[in-house]
Structures are given as C-alpha cells and as structure tokens.
C-alpha cells in the first residue's frame, strides 16, 4: 500500500529531525520522483501513470516540504506535548496532515483509514484513536481554496495557508503565528531562525520571496556545455521546451530517458541556470590548467573541460562515492582528468584557475534539496565557515602566481559569500575581480520555465 510505504519511509526521519539524510539511492529516487509528485500534488493533477510507487514517492516528497507547516498544526491538537508523542504517531500525523491539506485528489476517509490502520499496527489503540481524531479535525478545517487576487492580505492573516500553484488555503481556525515571521516560517515550512535571518539581513519583501520559493517543485534542467545552438540538427536539445534562461531546455522526466540522453551525449550538462553560472564567469579568461577541488559528481568539471577546451582540467573529491561518479561522468571528455587528493602534492603553483565549489548551507537551492532548511542554525554556520576555510587554505599553495580562484556556492548568506570572498583575497593577496548573487527565480504559481535556484560566485585574481 502506497500510504503505508510512505510512513515506513518516514518513520526513520521522525527521530533523526532535523537532521535529515538519505543516502544515494533514495536521493535519487526522490529527485526522479519530482514529475509524478507535481502530478499527485495540486487540484489540477492527473494520477500518475506509476501508480502505488509514484504516490508513496509523492506522499514522502510533499511531507519533507511541509513538515513544519504539518507539525505547527498538529502540536496544539494532540492530547500530549509533541514530542511525547511517539514516533509512529507522529510519522502518521505529518503525513496524514500533508496529504489532508497539500494533496486534495486523495481522499480524505482513504488518507485517515490508511493512516490510522497503519498507526495501529505498530502501536496500541489509544495512538490510534488519537492519530484518527486529530486527523479528522484536520480535515474539518479545511474552508475551500481562493486566489491571491481575492485575499490580498493574505500574508498577514492567520488562517492562509499558500500552496505551490498560486492557490490559497482557507482554514476555519486562526491557527498561525500572529507574528510575521513566525508565521511565515510556518506557512512555508521554514525554521524561524533561518525566515529571522533572511529578515533582518534582507527584509521581509525577500525573505517572503525566499520562503515562497522553496516551495516550488523545481525542474530538470539541461543546457549544450558545447553551446551549439539548439536549433540545428545537430543538438539533441532541439526537441525540448526552452527555459526563459537561453541555452538552457527543460526535460520532462528524470530515470532511463534522462541517464540514456546524458549517457549518449556527454557534452550535455543536467544543470539549473543559476549553478552554470559561475563556470560562465571564468568565459573570459585563458587558463592552461584548471582544477575543481570539491568537484562532487562533476557537473561544474565538465562545464569546465567544454567552456575551456584547450586547457587541461583536474578534478577530485575527498569522498570516495562521489570520485566514483565523478569518474563516470568524466568518460567521452577528453580534457578532463580524475584524479586523487593525494596527486596533487608534487604539483606546487600548477594550476592557472582554481574552482572552489565549497560544502555551504544550501540556502539557494532550499526548493530542490528540501531537508537542508530544517538543518539550518548559527552552531552549522559557523562550522561550515571554518571547513569553507580549511578546504581554500589546503589548496593555497597549488594556485601560480597570477592565477584565478573561483569561489562558488549555492548559498545565500554573505557569510558564506562575500565575506568569504574578501577574507579569501586578502589572505591570498589578491582582488575580487568579479562577483554575482543569483536570487531565486519564480514563486508561486509560476510556470517550470520561470524558476532557477540561486547561488553566488566571485572571481579572485592572485596578485603573486
């Protein structure tokens, strides 16, 4: 049973939060599972043709992205104080309530008999009883939906709940935080630290647009690393829907069709607008040999290796997983060399450009890695600063003399960023050349074509 896959799922992550963690093959699954979510998820969707797999995938999806949201609502409803109660209860009530307001195609008596029945094989009655009447006084809150055109105080009332197609959700009850910011971390499922950042950082215009960004679902994007026009016979692209971003095409559906297109053209990069552009920065610039430090699955190496044929590209990761991969992506690339950290030692000031794509806190791509948001406090970012700074001060010496580095992250927060970026040229005696933060495209309601993620990049030029 669909319901019942999906709360198994979930039952791990209830006492791991909110440290979320999925290892790699259901990363993948839930990145695959993005189109069938989008078609479960909504008033105008159609079931998907996957049946019972694609609907578990869509109810684990939709709980990730709603979590707090679900959790605010169930709190002042159960009998105990929240985290009393146990972990099976709690699984079936993020669930139930997600599917009760965020998937109205379900039916509401099969969304609260599957849930109950599974709760009540796990734990005794009571819990069972328990889970079933908050769910039902879940569904009796729900008044109808409604534009944003006909509520436009919508952010400031307590009993709107916003959903990723521009509609609204009229609840019965004042259920919100009265305050702003509270209250817009909790319609969009948001920690309060991380909405009182973007608030105090960026004001409540941004931090609104931020919060209702993440929670889209984003696209498969795909762009030509070769940058041959689509529109010649010769691209494979030629066929795809354009993104408002040029050069950059959307595709439908991730699993076989996706891996067999990447596979066949290896040239053709699965990469959102905002993230290409860092690599696009270096456009400009003659570097001999290039090496990508942090370079995960290998996306930005070979954007590198294509935008730079006639250099000699590096790359590496620490972790062993993701070397793996990262030297299956690198076949059919011809410039482009894998290799281990341990290689790099004997090659002192070898490198013209440096790309540090470092660990950050995520705070750009929040749509599409969902967990990241919930993992966000002052105690992680002041880790992630000091590994950002370990990483760029390992690989100092490997950059000659007037050569590049290029900062990149996928982050929002100057921390991260700009201050990162000057701390990295005065310590390295060089000047920041060149730097761009790319906010979030889109919001809700709009098209797929319209949204990109967000990121921000600076180019240091080394002064000797």
Not at 42 to 48: A, I, P
Not at 167 to 194: F, I, M, W, Y
């Amino acid at each position: 049973m669909p319901r019942a896959a999906a709360l198994d799922r979930l039952l791990s992550q209830v006492t791991a939060f909110p440290n979320l963690l999925f290892d790699q093959r259901r990363s993948a699954a839930l990145a695959d599972s993005a189109a069938e979510a989008a078609q479960h998820e909504g008033d105008s969707s159609e079931r998907s043709a996957s049946g019972g797999s694609g609907l578990a995938a869509a109810i684990e999806r939709a709980t990730i992205r709603h979590w707090l949201t679900a959790e605010s609502i169930a709190r002042p409803l159960c009998t105990r104080p929240w985290l009393e109660v146990q972990p099976p209860a709690r699984a079936a009530l993020l669930a139930g309530i997600t599917q009760l307001l965020y998937m109205p195609r379900e039916p509401t008596h099969a969304v609260v008999d599957d849930t109950v029945g599974w709760t009540r094989s796990r734990l005794q009655h009571g819990a069972a009883g328990m889970v079933n009447a908050v769910l039902r006084r879940v569904a009796g809150l729900r008044s109808g939906t409604t534009t944003r055109g006909e509520c436009p105080d919508w952010l400031e009332r307590r009993d709107v709940l916003p959903l990723s197609d521009g509609h609204l959700l009229l609840l019965n009850e004042p259920l919100l935080p009265a305050d702003s910011v509270a209250r817009l971390g909790v319609q969009t499922s948001h920690p309060h630290p991380l909405v009182a950042r973007w608030h105090a950082t960026r004001g409540m215009e941004i931090a609104r647009h931020l919060a209702l960004h993440s929670m889209m679902q984003m696209p498969l994007v795909i762009h030509d690393g070769c940058e041959r026009s689509a529109g010649t016979d010769s691209s494979p692209l030629s066929d795809l829907p354009p993104h408002s971003c040029s050069g950059f095409f959307l595709h439908s559906r991730g699993g076989p069709e996706l891996a067999h297109l990447l596979n066949t053209h290896p040239a053709l990069i699965l990469q959102d607008p905002a993230s290409a552009q860092a690599v696009l920065a270096t456009r400009s610039l003659a570097p001999r040999r290039i090496l990508d430090a942090c370079a995960g699955r290998g996306t930005k190496s070979v954007q590198l290796a294509l935008l730079h044929p006639n250099a000699e590209v590096w790359a590496t990761d620490p972790d062993p997983v993701r070397l793996r991969a990262l030297r299956a992506r690198a076949k059919g690339i011809a410039n482009l060399r894998i290799c281990e950290l341990a290689e790099l030692g004997p090659f002192p000031r070898h490198f013209d450009l440096l790309l540090l794509d470092v660990p950050c806190s995520n705070t750009g791509v929040l749509a599409r890695r969902m967990e990241a948001r919930y993992r966000f406090s002052d105690h992680a970012m002041a880790e992630l600063v000091a590994l950002q700074r370990a990483i760029a001060t390992h690989h100092r010496g490997l950059v000659a003399e007037r050569g590049h580095v290029l900062w990149s992250t996928c982050s929002l927060d100057p921390t991260e960023n700009q201050e990162q970026a000057r701390w990295l040229a005065q310590q390295w005696r060089g000047q920041v050349v060149q730097e761009t933060e790319w906010l979030p495209r889109g919001s809700i309601g709009d098209t797929a074509d319209l949204l990109t993620d967000g990121s921000y990049h600076a180019v240091v030029r080394l002064h000797s």
